[in-house]
DNA sequence: TTACAATTCAAACGCCCGTTTGGTTCCTTC
DNA sequence: GAAGGAACCAAACGGGCGTTTGAATTGTAA
């Protein structure tokens, strides 16, 4: 992660996701982080301008990739004549699968990501609003066109919900503790696998 | 809520629920609090001890009564013969909704519930399952009971997102905004139900 | 009223915070 | 190799943090 062939700005937002999933924003402190990332410590001002500011940069990394690759899977999945729910749900949430079990620090950004709905941050919420927020009207499109019998208010409530159990499921907030045997790549596929038979059942009913 | 007729005590308790919630355990400072709570800054290790036994304290105020109230509405959906998977999730999802519409903070306090999930301290985690942990184990027992084609990994991998989906939802973490038109109650109790049919229809699958 | 415990209080403790500074080193470019 | 900008660094800044102290105040029971 933090090895010298990074440049000083990569260790910093390395260290920084991996600081900010484990004590929040307000508990990372620049020193921990900047002992971590094994830089100076002015160099997040010098190269961030400030700690909020850093905060901005780390869910851009992600978010800017993760957001494309959903977009793309839905296409990929729409222009499938024969697609079912479950295809549509797959293509929100394999993206995110992948991003958490990727190799150089995905996994903790999702929990980061958690940690940005709990903060109730009006600026972030609208940071994320603002630059991500079509993805989920893009899904909600779709899934509106194969569930004509629910309403627009049901629609998104639906939405919400498998949103928020994504996040939590994803960021292993729950009580399942992965059992010792089974390594962390295959508990959360299992956990993507619940969730998208889970969601589907839920989109469906009534 | 921090009038003069309750006691030092109950005013911190109230004053730091509201913090919690707005700022985080970490971002609510003791002084801010104290100020808040027009109490003198000792007040807090006076009578709590220290901070970390403060947020200690908020959590036990309001779990001790939500999950007694949840025991009792499972036991009463339980004595009848023909109850169905929706009277136990209701058991489990109306006492959640009851706290969140409280007059005296119960809102506030879903969304310090819901930091409490993000913040994945140990030490939290430790204290709440300790605490209430059983309460999760007699529903997983009921749903259990009426799932019997679900094996134990599955039951619980769909509780638990059942309970990620309720804490996102009453803690307003989602994209839907309440219309002005509609009361903050209503709101809620549309998420409540919403809920309870999608997570219904969620544990039936396969 | 007196004695004692419980509570409140202002002040201070040592510590860690985000940020800034001014100098040093590194790396281009000519 | 000299010039100059980019990057790095140790040190310090002012300020807020959780906690402790010891004295003042309030409440209570004899």
Do not use: C
């Amino acid at each position: 992660m933090n090895s010298p062939h990074f440049s000083t700005k990569e260790r910093i937002l390395g260290a920084a996701e991996e600081l900010f999933a484990r004590n929040g924003f307000a508990g990372a402190s620049l020193r921990e982080l900047t002992s971590t990332a094994k830089v100076n410590l002015a160099a997040v001002n010098y190269h961030f301008g400030s700690k909020d500011n850093l905060v901005n940069e780390v869910f851009r990394r992600r978010l800017d990739e993760l957001s494309a690759q959903r977009l793309e899977a839905l296409q990929q999945v729409l222009s499938r004549p024969a697609h079912t729910l479950e295809d549509i749900l797959a293509a929100f949430i394999h993206p995110a699968l992948l991003l958490s079990l990727d190799k150089s620090g995905g996994s903790t950004f999702v929990r980061v990501l958690a940690r940005a709905y709990a903060e109730h941050n009006e600026r972030l919420r609208k940071f994320l609003s603002e630059n991500y927020g079509h993805v989920l009207k893009e899904f909600a499109n779709a899934f509106g066109a194969r569930l004509p019998h629910l309403d627009k208010e049901e629609l998104y409530w639906r939405i919400d919900i498998i949103a928020g159990a994504l996040t939590y499921a994803m960021a292993d907030f729950g009580v399942i503790k992965r059992r010792a045997s089974m390594s962390e790549k295959i508990h959360r596929e299992r956990a993507a696998e619940h969730l998208i038979r889970f969601a589907a059942a839920g989109l469906r009913a009534e």
